[in-house]
């Protein structure tokens, strides 16, 4: 049931996603982070208070540039979060030269694998996956993400026949001169 509700969701956000990583050289199906992260919940919100559809907590949502105050959070902007999440994931591909350790360091952190790394002497993400280095969720996240991806491009496949899918995100930019109440921008 959750699954068919992120795939109904996934048709709002996946395309303009897949754009920000293609424009940023990502491999496109890192988007489905977002599914296993929130299920491309804009409000999701974690235990460790990580919000919007990446999961981003706050130290690491403002080191790549969003906003997190009393006024605004744009952890749950979908666009801003996705480029700050593509932003930090090529920085993850560039620290450890491998997808599935970026994406693993990306649930974990990467303090986390760096030290899996250092004491398994090895970089190889199924090796480190069969340690106590990491966490069970952390084990499962790549065999959840393949899993997402592939049952997401086909999910007749699967056994999700009649999936209810919502129309892409589309907005218009306005820019504004002076402050202005909602209900006038409205």
Do not use: C
């Not at 560039?94 to 398994?120: C, D, P, T, V």
């Not at 959840?144 to 991806?149: D, G, R, V």
Request: hydrophobic content about 40%; proline content about 4%.
């Amino acid at each position: 049931h959750h699954f068919e509700r992120y795939l109904g969701r996934s048709s709002r956000y996946i395309p303009m996603m897949q754009q920000i990583f293609k424009r940023e050289g990502l491999p496109e199906d890192l988007v489905y982070l977002a599914m296993i992260e929130s299920g491309f919940n804009l409000h999701a919100k974690s235990r460790a208070r990580a919000v919007g559809p990446w999961q981003f907590i706050k130290g690491t949502g403002t080191r790549y540039g969003l906003r997190v105050d009393a006024w605004i959070d744009e952890r749950r902007d979908p666009i801003r979060s996705t480029q700050a999440a593509a932003r930090y994931l090529k920085d993850l591909y560039l620290m450890f030269e491998s997808w599935y350790l970026a994406a693993s360091a990306y649930n974990a952190g990467e303090h986390k694998i760096l030290r899996a790394i250092e004491q398994l002497k090895t970089n190889n993400y199924w090796r480190i996956s069969q340690s106590r280095m990491i966490r069970r969720e952390t084990k499962d996240y790549i065999p959840k993400l393949i899993a997402a991806a592939i049952i997401a491009k086909n999910p007749k496949r699967y056994g999700f026949e009649d999936i209810s899918y919502q129309e892409p995100f589309e907005f218009e930019r306005v820019s504004i001169q002076h402050a202005i109440r909602l209900e006038e921008l409205a």
